[in-house]
């Protein structure tokens, strides 16, 4: 089962510009956790954010959480094209299992 | 070291076949997981594994999916009587410790399963 929302589905934006993504979830979370995918296969880590924590930054990205909310942001500043690739929210139960979100697609044109 | 790798990249199959699936886990890891990526569900969570026992095999679509894991090391996904609903990309990932809600995971490339 998906945990939750993402928005928007798509994004195409121009070299240089940031890129926004939005994330919705159901339960309670010690951490959610963002991840991207290229072409449709192994997805990679990009970062962590605690429950308790509401803005970190790793790099080019930022992201935010809002618990009361259930909502998390991920920001990429300064977009290039080696950023398209499709990106996803998740959340882990206490034995690791993630439970993603729907994904947005990104498209950054050079 | 190397990473997580998956074979085969892409299986064909008819309806009915059985297919395996492996997965090598990053060497040292002792927590795996299976998941599952199709178009109309998107990702999803299949089985968890500690060590060479799955205390999570929720997502176990149907009987029909097994899965083992021997020496705390390779896992072989099982998909017996292959459905045309069965096709999808498949993914491990591993994990350094227990698992757990804080631990990384790191992801293979996965499996492409068509089947016909």
């Known amino acids: 089962s998906q945990q939750g929302e993402e928005d928007p589905q798509a994004l195409s934006i121009q070299e240089g510009e940031n890129a926004t993504m939005n994330c919705s979830y159901k339960?309670?979370?010690?951490?959610l956790q963002w991840y991207r995918q290229n072409s449709g296969r192994g997805l990679v880590h990009l970062i962590l954010?605690?429950?308790?924590?509401r803005e970190k930054h790793s790099g080019r990205l930022r992201v935010t959480l809002d618990t009361s909310k259930k909502s998390s942001s991920l920001l990429i500043t300064a977009s290039r094209a080696a950023d398209t690739a499709s990106y996803f929210c998740?959340?882990?139960?206490?034995?690791?299992?993630?439970?993603f979100g729907q994904g947005t697609t990104l498209q950054v044109k050079p | 070291g190397a990473g997580v790798s998956q074979s085969p990249s892409n299986k064909v199959t008819e309806k009915g076949k059985d297919v395996e699936l492996r997965c090598d886990p990053i060497?040292?890891?002792?927590?795996l997981y299976w998941y599952r990526q199709s178009l109309g569900q998107g990702l999803e969570f299949l089985i968890y594994?500690?060590?060479?026992?799955?205390?999570?095999k929720s997502g176990l679509p149907s009987d029909r999916f097994s899965a083992e894991r021997t020496g705390g090391s390779v896992s072989t996904l099982t998909i017996q009587r292959t459905q045309q609903e069965d096709s999808a990309v498949y993914l491990c990932?591993?994990?350094?410790?227990?698992?757990?809600?804080?631990?990384?995971?790191?992801f293979g490339p996965g499996t492409r399963l068509l089947v016909l």
């Open positions: 339960t309670s979370i010690n951490n």
């Open positions: 990932a591993s994990s350094l410790a227990r698992g757990g809600s804080q631990e990384t995971q790191y």
């Open positions: 998740a959340t882990a139960s206490n034995t690791g299992k993630l439970i």
């Open positions: 060497s040292g890891h002792t927590a």
């Open positions: 954010i605690r429950s308790n924590e």
């Open positions: 594994f500690q060590g060479n026992s799955a205390p999570d």
